[in-house]
């Protein structure tokens, strides 16, 4: 007993040093890549003009904070969320209202588009992420057609489709990423590795393949691997919170947002 | 009890440390030039650096109707 004791604290404190020795291995690998800033490379670019927006449209009807939204692929309808506990899809054209679906929890912190634009995802405090159909029928509620797809142990934060109506990635405040299959509610594969909430997640652009990155309460982002469920990278920069993770276009890069006042690129 | 735990998390923090270590890399001068080339490239077709043409803005203000 005593000897194994023994056995395993040696293990330990050389997996400890191994650890120690990649992590500083490591940081010298970035920074001999680190030849030069990406601001240094773009002295010569012409800035940017002046920037001006204009509010075409403002939708209201939601009764508290709205939490999430997004754009369906007809790039004229839209689903948003809120901490009210109401889900609504809007008509961006008309502001008119298409859909609502109350939810049984307040604070619905996510909520997506099918690609097909047939159906929306939603979830927050009930820990789940529940696919609706949408349909124009009169005679049905869109509540009772309600799926639940995901079940997570605590609160769902964001959840997102892939390239189909058929599957979805979340993302928990139980500090894990999963994705499951839409049509049976099975778990396909998860992803752990936040060593708390996870706050955002955003997928590749498709034409690049099945990595997505994701932000969490544990200052961390990271690339995951959707086949493998294996972290490919982590980025620890940010000083706080991650709240939102962005693939820039391409593929080769992403943008995330912190509590700590800054965006990293 | 907690002795194992401890070393399995440790062996799973090096066995990631191992994988990420392994990871591939670029220098910053040549993802950066890539970046740019990238943004230069697709940015004729970016409506947030040259604009949409009113006539195809789903969204422009709509003239009322004025019934003579």
Redesign the interface.
């Known amino acids: 007993m005593a000897t194994d004791g023994l056995h395993e604290n040696e293990t330990l404190a050389t997996l400890k040093s191994e650890a120690e020795s990649l992590k500083g291995k490591l940081e010298e690998e970035r920074a001999k890549l680190h030849d030069v800033e990406l601001h240094q490379v773009a002295e010569r670019v012409e800035a940017l003009g002046q920037f001006v927006m204009k509010t075409r449209r403002t939708l209201k009807g939601h009764g508290n904070k709205v939490l999430c939204m997004d754009w369906c692929k007809d790039k004229r309808r839209i689903v948003s969320s809120s901490q009210d506990g109401k889900v609504i899809v809007w008509d961006s054209f008309t502001t008119n209202k298409e859909h609502a679906v109350t939810m049984p929890c307040t604070w619905v912190m996510a909520c997506a588009y099918a690609p097909s634009g047939c159906a929306i995802a939603c979830g927050g405090l009930d820990n789940k992420c529940s696919v609706y159909p949408l349909t124009f029928d009169k005679n049905e509620s869109m509540a009772a057609k309600k799926k639940s797809v995901a079940m997570h142990t605590n609160y769902l934060s964001a959840c997102s489709f892939t390239n189909s109506d058929m599957q979805i990635l979340t993302a928990s405040g139980d500090g894990t990423c999963a994705l499951w299959d839409v049509e049976s509610g099975q778990l396909l594969q998860s992803f752990h590795g936040h060593g708390a909430d996870v706050l955002c997640l955003d997928l590749a652009p498709s034409e690049t393949g099945n990595t997505f990155v994701s932000g969490g309460c544990d200052k961390k982002s990271m690339v995951w691997d959707m086949r493998s469920g294996q972290c490919v990278q982590a980025f620890e920069t940010h000083e706080s919170d991650v709240n939102s993770v962005r693939y820039y276009p391409s593929g080769d890069a992403f943008a995330s947002g912190s509590d700590d006042a800054t965006v990293c690129f | 009890m907690s002795?194992?735990n401890?070393?399995a998390q440790?062996?799973k923090?090096?066995e990631?440390?191992?994988?990420?270590?392994g990871?591939q890399?670029?220098?910053?001068?040549k993802?950066?030039?890539?970046?740019?080339s990238?943004c230069e490239q697709?940015a004729r077709n970016d409506p947030?650096?040259v604009g949409v043409p009113a006539s195809e803005n789903?969204?422009?203000?709509k003239k009322p109707c004025v019934i003579l």
């Open positions: 002795a194992t401890n070393v440790a062996r923090l090096v990631q440390l191992r994988i990420e270590a990871v890399r670029v220098k910053v001068s993802a950066s030039s890539e970046l740019m990238y697709h947030l650096l789903p969204f422009k203000d």
